[in-house]
């Protein structure tokens, strides 16, 4: 099976987020809200608006946290990976990439063979 997946240039997905002290101590988080609505306003952006976003969270506002969502857009389920990239001033930037799930991948048709059809030969003819 061919595996598809998307990934999406960060330049056109780097966004975003409202940061907040509402952490354990005083450390900055990003909430699921501002999260799941960051990233589908991304992907809105990018031309790939969500059907539906669950999105794991809070995240911490620190350079390198990895969160992951889980999306479906036109019947198609992916996997989303959000990473900080930046932060700065109570606002924290990210990058995304999507992968489709193997659940969700529709069949490649081109990699079955095609069945033979009626009265067709099963071997080449010999040459005489």
């Not at 450390?27 to 999105?55: F, M, Q, W, Y």
């Amino acid at each position: 099976m061919v595996r598809r997946g998307l990934v999406v240039a960060a330049a056109v997905l780097a966004g975003a987020l409202a940061t907040s002290g509402c952490g354990t101590g005083t450390e900055d988080v990003i909430s699921v809200a501002d999260l799941e609505h960051g990233v589908a306003d991304a992907l809105r952006k990018a031309n790939t608006p969500p059907d539906e976003l669950d999105c794991d969270g809070p995240v911490k506002a620190q350079i390198a946290e990895i969160t992951s969502c889980t999306m479906t857009a036109d019947g198609v389920d992916y996997e989303v990976e959000v990473v900080v990239t930046a932060v700065e001033g109570g606002t924290a930037s990210y990058e995304i990439e999507l992968k489709q799930t193997a659940d969700s991948a529709p069949a490649d048709p081109t990699l079955t063979e095609p069945e033979p059809t009626e009265g067709s030969p099963s071997q080449a003819p010999s040459s005489k």
